[in-house]
């Protein structure tokens, strides 16, 4: 009895499919689930790209056919995301992208916990930054860029900040952003390396970008002195006028 249930435990222990078919099926999932992640943060930026402050939302009731790429539901989303949380929802899409981009690569996401918390935190500081710009006319909601959750934490930051230092919105703004940006990265899960990369990259450009602006600044400047020089040139060539007189041996030139 006591091999026989041994027996039976090690067969009840072993795992039904080989071990390389345990990880392929591991990876194809991952796979999979990072499309998801990426099909999802696709269809909420262009649910975002397409909004219509006249389509039917929560707070919106009319009979109009949305004008939303992703209709009712996308319209719905926008609206409710917009007015809530303004540009800075753009942070959580670009997180969601992340994550299906990092799924597909299969690099490991880590302390999902601590990277939530980044997310959260970033999506407060860039609202508040988003909400320390003035609006434009155009802007079709009431809210500002930053959203409802964007124009309370200004001005509750501010509030707060006036008791220790005197403080513009524009600080405080930039400020947010600051810190945004800086949770953004925890909440990716970027590495030492990609944030060498990354930062190597910028470089790159700003490095590109400054010798095509000094380049288009020379040859700007050589049109400009083209044409003073042939100016000069045709100045130069340019007789002097000449008086006529009469000596009584015919008319004759001085100059």
């Given amino acids: 009895n006591t091999k026989m249930a041994t027996k039976s435990k090690n067969l009840s222990s072993q795992p039904v499919f080989p071990p390389g078919v345990n990880k392929f099926i591991k990876r194809r999932c991952l796979e999979l689930l990072g499309l998801i992640f990426l099909s ?3 269809a909420m930026l262009l649910a975002l790209i397409s909004f219509d402050p006249r389509d039917a ?33 753009l942070i959580f899409t670009f997180t969601v992208a992340i994550f299906g981009w990092k799924l597909l690569r299969h690099i490991s996401l ?3 916990w601590l990277r939530l918390l980044c997310l959260i935190a970033s999506i407060i500081a860039f609202s508040i930054g988003a909400a320390s710009i003035p609006k ?3 802007w079709p909601l009431v809210t500002g860029y930053g959203g409802a959750v ?40 970027a590495t030492a390396m990609e944030l060498r990369t990354l930062a190597s990259n910028i470089g790159r ?20 002195a083209h044409p003073t020089r ?20 015919g008319p004759s030139h001085i100059s």
């Avoid at 917009?82 to 540009?87: A, D, E, R, V």
């Avoid at 042939?230 to 041996?249: A, T």
Wanted: hydrophobic residues 45%.
């Fill in 230 to 249: 042939q100016r000069d040139q045709n100045l130069s060539e340019r007789r002097e006028p000449s008086l006529m007189i009469d000596d009584g041996f």
């Fill in 40 to 42: 999802l943060s696709g």
């Fill in 136 to 138: 434009f006319d155009n």
């Fill in 57 to 89: 939302s929560l707070n919106t009731v009319n009979s109009f056919e949305p004008r939303n790429t992703l209709g009712a539901f996308g319209a719905t989303f926008a609206d409710l995301a917009l007015q809530t949380l303004g540009l800075s929802i």
């Fill in 205 to 224: 450009y700003f490095k590109w970008a400054g010798k095509s602006l000094l380049f288009i600044y020379r040859t700007l400047l050589k049109f400009k």
């Fill in 150 to 189: 964007g124009d309370f934490s200004l001005l509750r930051s501010k509030e707060f900040l006036a008791t220790y230092i005197e403080i513009n919105s524009g600080l405080v703004g930039a400020a947010g952003f600051l810190m945004g940006f800086a949770f953004f990265v925890g909440a990716g899960g």
């Fill in 110 to 112: 880590s302390r999902i």
